[in-house]
């Protein structure tokens, strides 16, 4: 099994320290979210994996081994850092050949991922002339040409239209459905939300988490009980009587702390309070990213004085 192992990784430019003592696992046959604020030091990280650059100290490894190691390194482990990274002179055919050619991966593969990413129809066109959703598709196709064990992808979504982003989530699902390890930097939650199992989140060059999304959520965002009433004053009175504390909102929701859909939806029925809606609110991935970055983040717009 092919695991990205990073472990007490650390990196400085000059007296900034990018990354610092960094420890944790990317297992195989799930999609790993790779979150945290501007400047967490995500790309360095991918960057360090990917052997583009050198740690100041600490080990990054796919499958054991250091990437500059890896023999046809396409074959093993597929990037995508940087939309722009292709030649514009070239065209995206071109720019797959080549790669393919330097890493002995057979040239019908190029046709394959270009259909595969669905950039075949401008495949026979200049670089300089793709718009960035064209570009990015063009460097996952580079990243999955040599069918790798491991992917790493730096904001995937970035640039696609809505197709494109359903299109890159059923990707990334069935890439992990398929044994492969693959890890993605996203600064979209509702989309890490769509596609990852597990998360690492970095702050300021650390670790500041690493476990299952389901889990990473329920710690830090209290599941509620949501609720509509035409009869606001009976609703009070049997929540209170079940000892439940409701809240009142201002868009004629109330929500209920503590509670279980079932249990509140039984009580009301017992009670007879029209209920004209009644759903369970279990926290999204962004309130629980917001609530553990808060003091992390290092680039904060000021929020406004009401
Ligand atoms: N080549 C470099 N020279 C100097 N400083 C760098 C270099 N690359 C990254 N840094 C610094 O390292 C820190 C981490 O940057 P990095 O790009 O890894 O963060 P990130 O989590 O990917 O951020 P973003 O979400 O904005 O892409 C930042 O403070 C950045 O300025």
Redesign the pocket.
């Known amino acids: 099994m092919t695991s990205i192992d990073v472990k007490d990784l650390t990196?400085e430019?000059?007296t900034?320290r990018?990354?610092d003592h960094l420890t944790f696992t990317v297992r195989p046959g799930r999609v790993t979210g790779f979150l945290?604020?501007?400047?967490?030091?995500?790309?360095?990280?991918?960057?360090l994996v990917l052997g583009l650059?050198r740690p100041t100290s600490g080990t990054a490894t796919v499958g054991g081994r250091a990437y500059a190691t890896l023999h046809e390194p396409l074959r093993h482990v597929g990037a995508l850092l940087d939309a722009h990274a292709a030649h514009g002179s070239r065209t995206g055919r071109d720019h797959l050949r080549v790669l393919a050619a330097s890493n002995r991966i057979p040239p019908g593969r190029v046709d394959e991922v270009l259909e595969l990413t669905g950039i075949a129809s401008v495949a026979r066109r200049r670089v300089r002339t793709y718009s960035l959703g064209m570009r990015q598709r063009l460097g996952i196709a580079a990243a999955l040409l040599g069918d790798p064990a491991v992917v790493v992808l730096?904001?995937p979504s970035n640039g696609l239209d809505p197709e494109g982003i359903i299109w890159i989530r059923e990707l990334l699902r069935r890439l992990a459905a398929e044994g492969r390890t693959v890890l993605v930097?996203s600064?979209l939650m509702n989309e890490t939300a769509s596609f990852a199992d597990h998360l690492v989140v970095?702050g300021r060059?650390r670790l500041l988490a690493d476990m299952p999304m389901r889990e990473f959520i329920d710690a830090r965002v209290q599941p509620r009980v949501r609720i509509r009433t035409s009869d606001a004053t009976a609703l009070k009175a049997v929540l209170t009587r079940h000892g439940h504390d409701a809240v009142e909102h201002d868009d004629g929701y109330w929500s209920v702390r503590h509670a279980r859909v079932d249990d509140i939806g039984r009580v009301m029925s017992g009670a007879g309070v029209p209920i004209l809606e009644l759903s369970s609110d279990e926290g999204t991935l962004e309130q629980a990213y917001l609530d553990l970055t808060a003091a992390e983040t290092?680039?904060a717009t000021p929020t406004q004085e009401t």
């Open positions: 990196k430019y000059g900034r990018a990354v945290g604020p501007n400047g967490a030091g995500k790309s360095t990280t991918m960057r650059d730096d904001e930097s600064h970095l060059g290092e680039f």
